[in-house]
């Protein structure tokens, strides 16, 4: 298999002002830019550069979206993982590709993205059947990680955040959880959403108890309703003004 079918090509730019964090999240994540722009200053008093971050929370409330941002932010090329061709029925195969993957953001010193990082880092300590196998894919990943080049950066997410295996867990020096957006912190995502479009069309009804992503998909459905009503409105007259004439 070759590295094409292991990545996901995603062009999509997302700058880090674009999202909503908690501000501690927001401060660790301006951290880890810092320490990286100051990389070499750094280095020349043996301080560890932080490079392994793992995002968990529920689904919808950024972590892709702060992956991308931040390799924006660090002019990086992001390396997306397409986990459905990643995970093989056999567990060496499967140690093979990521290891394929590794390797190529290590030369690139590049960011690699690991979604639903569950899939291959659960605890081997569990009762599934093939609990064996899945300790020799994690004690894989986890050489991988130690030897990971502090220069490139590994970004790991999860949704469930209690089955991975804690030997994985204490690799990554910073670990950053998201939560479900409360009301306030909608409404000023909605507020920003709607700020771009005219006035007579800000007003509309908004979702709460709801994620980023979903509030996203709502507003982006429902601007469109309106615009296209609109625009059959406007059509519909112009053809009644040709019929008048």
Avoid: W
């Avoid at 090329?77 to 195969?93: D, P």
């Avoid at 990680?145 to 970004?155: A, C, E, H, K, M």
């Avoid at 955040?161 to 867990?169: E, G, R, T, V």
């Avoid at 309703?225 to 040709?242: T, V």
């Amino acid at each position: 298999m070759n590295l094409q079918e292991l990545t996901i090509n995603d062009i999509e730019k997302i700058q880090l002002d674009d999202l909503f964090f908690s501000e501690h999240n927001k401060t660790a994540l301006l951290q880890i830019i810092k320490e990286h722009k100051y990389f070499k200053e750094l280095q020349e008093f043996n301080l560890p550069i932080d490079n392994k971050i793992l995002l968990h929370g529920p689904s919808g409330c950024g972590k892709t979206a702060t992956a991308k941002a931040m390799a924006a932010a660090l002019k990086k090329n992001i390396i997306i993982i397409n986990l459905s061709t990643l995970i093989n029925a056999r567990i060496g195969e499967t140690s093979k590709n990521v290891k394929l993957l590794f390797d190529k953001a290590a030369r690139e010193n590049a960011v690699l993205f690991l979604d639903e990082f569950d899939q291959i880092a659960r605890s081997r300590e569990s009762d599934d059947k093939d609990v064996a196998e899945m300790r020799r894919l994690v004690n894989s990943i986890i050489q991988l990680i130690d030897y990971f080049p502090t220069n490139s950066i590994l970004i790991c997410a999860t949704n469930f955040y209690d089955i991975i295996d804690s030997a994985l867990l204490r690799r990554f020096q910073v670990q950053l959880k998201f939560e479900m957006p409360d009301r306030n912190e909608l409404d000023r995502y909605y507020d920003k959403f709607l700020s771009v479009f005219p006035s007579h069309l800000q007003q509309i009804p908004r979702q709460y108890a709801i994620s980023y992503a979903q509030a996203r998909d709502y507003s982006n459905t429902t601007m469109k309703k309106y615009i296209l009503a609109e625009l059959e409105l406007k059509n519909s007259k112009q053809r009644d003004n040709i019929s008048a004439d």
